[in-house]
Nanobody, 123 residues
């Protein structure tokens, strides 16, 4: 059974940095595409960024230049480094995975999800 567990969320100030982690088990991590989504209160879940098994990366426009997705296949862990955080980045952040080599921005294409970790950016 595939399991993803996010950690690292919290309360930060505008301009701060934060790194989220997501530990995976139950599937062949190194061959899967990994992605991060987020969902703010009253908003739909939206794509943040992701990378495939060859570390090809794709980001949402709001994440380009501020967020970096990475992976450590030895630790079965993916990371989301977030810099220069803004109040609009406040959301629950989810990691996800699928076997396709494409980094998709559509949440329904991903079968495996974590429970999410909350990030609050205070001004």
């Amino acid at each position: 059974q595939a399991t993803l567990v996010e950690s690292g969320g919290g309360l930060v100030q505008v301009g701060d940095s934060l790194m989220l982690s997501c530990s995976a088990s139950g599937f062949t991590f190194r061959t899967h595409t990994l992605a991060w989504f987020r969902q703010g209160v009253g908003k739909e879940r939206e794509f943040v960024g992701g990378l495939n098994m060859w570390s090809g990366r794709t980001y949402a426009d709001f994440a380009k230049g501020r967020f970096v997705v990475s992976r450590d296949n030895e630790k079965n862990t993916t990371y989301l480094q977030m810099n220069d955080l803004k109040p609009e980045d406040t959301a629950v952040y989810y990691c996800t995975a699928h076997a396709s080599p494409a980094v998709n921005a559509i949440a329904s294409l991903y079968p495996y999800w974590g429970q999410g970790t909350r990030v609050t950016v205070s001004s």
